[in-house]
């Protein structure tokens, strides 16, 4: 995984609530193990006409959406089943951070298992990013805090463990494997097979 430290972006807003990870990534799609390409089909049953043309009233599709890498939904966001080819969507499509007023509790820990940046704001901040789609704003992970266009800033709270892993690039795989050593060292040094009573 990527680093993530501060980013820099413009937002695209997508107000709807209780966007179900479905939404975010139809089931049909679910065959592959693989992210490439998984881009291509996020909202796709909102985002194409049957026929598989752009829907151009879509944000995704507009012009200006091109190259935001922060998405700003509704509320309860990535809800429904456990999905983690949703976040994988998301990030093949090029977003780096989800901001929500709330968030599904699956959904989230499934985005910083993979690298993205899923936080819940204020519902003052919320309703200054829905009124200002398309600018840019600045999520700096390390003090945890996002600038909003205007230059005020709003706090985010975070897992610790999560912020950790995020800031060092490191799945929970990744981050057994950093213990490596420190588990060698116990297993040789602190490890007994009768431990006193």
Known sequence: ????????????????DDVDTD????????????????GR???ADWRYHASG??????PLNRPEAAGAQVLVTGRNFGCGSSREHAVWALQDHGFRAVLSPSLADIFRRNSFQNGLLAIEVDPATHASLLAAPGREVTLDLEVQALTLPDGSRAAFALDPFARYRLLNGLDELDFLLSLED?????????????PEV
Do not use: Y
Not at 2 to 15: A, D, H, Y
């Open 41 to 43: 089909r996020l909202f």
């Open 23 to 38: 939404q975010i990534i139809p089931a049909r799609f679910l065959k592959g193990t693989t992210r490439e390409g998984l």
């Open 53 to 58: 043309a752009p829907r151009p009233e879509f």
């Open 1 to 16: 995984m990527e680093p993530f430290r501060i980013l820099r972006s413009r937002t695209l807003v997508l107000p709807e």
């Open 182 to 194: 420190d588990i060698a060292v116990f297993e040789r040094d602190g490890a007994s097979p009768h």
